[in-house]
């Protein structure tokens, strides 16, 4: 019974916020790891970092983050924390034409590995092995 009382104050808690017209938001931080590529040196996470930087937008317009959004690197890790709403898919969107510009988008995509974090893989390509088991066994 206590955690519904706890969240009954919560609620109220909550509402009475937006009652006064404030708005109520947890902060989050979202993880895009780029480990797989920074390895074989295909990608940089610091060039990933500033083009995030530089293309995030806060309300409507690029390069006005200030306080609210904070984007750091821990080794392969691209690391963004916000105290406003910002969407893992609009994370995903840049991270993919980040990608596409660099002309990447062709070998890796950006997979989603928990609920706050994507990951940046190569493809699985298995129809190159599975041609070369193939044609010896048709001769």
Same mark, same amino acid.
């Given at each position: 019974?206590?955690?519904?009382?706890?969240?009954?104050?919560?609620?109220?808690?909550?509402?009475? %916020?937006?009652?006064?017209?404030?708005?109520?938001?947890?902060?989050?931080?979202?993880?895009?790891?780029?480990?797989?590529?920074?390895? /074989?040196?295909?990608? /940089?996470?610091?060039?990933?970092?500033?083009?995030?930087?530089?293309?995030?937008?806060?309300?409507?317009?690029?390069?006005?983050?200030?306080?609210?959004?904070?984007?750091?690197?821990?080794? %392969?890790?691209?690391?963004?924390?916000?105290?406003?709403?910002?969407?893992?898919?609009?994370?995903?969107?840049?991270?993919?034409?980040?990608?596409?510009?660099?002309?990447?988008? /062709?070998?890796?995509?950006?997979?989603?590995?928990?609920?706050?974090?994507?990951?940046?893989?190569?493809?699985?390509?298995?129809?190159? /092995?599975?041609?070369?088991?193939?044609?010896?066994?048709?001769?």
């Amino acid at each position: 019974m206590k955690k519904v009382v706890k969240g009954a104050k919560a609620a109220k808690a909550k509402a009475a %916020a937006q009652a006064k017209g404030k708005k109520v938001v947890k902060a989050s931080r979202y993880t895009i790891n780029c480990s797989q590529p920074a390895a /074989d040196s295909i990608l /940089d996470p610091a060039s990933l970092e500033k083009f995030l930087h530089d293309r995030i937008k806060v309300e409507g317009k690029t390069s006005n983050l200030g306080n609210a959004i904070t984007i750091s690197r821990d080794n %392969a890790k691209v690391i963004v924390s916000t105290k406003i709403p910002l969407s893992k898919r609009y994370l995903k969107y840049l991270t993919k034409k980040f990608l596409k510009k660099n002309q990447l988008k /062709d070998w890796m995509h950006a997979v989603s590995t928990t609920k706050n974090s994507y990951e940046i893989k190569y493809y699985r390509i298995d129809n190159e /092995d599975e041609a070369e088991e193939e044609a010896p066994a048709a001769e």
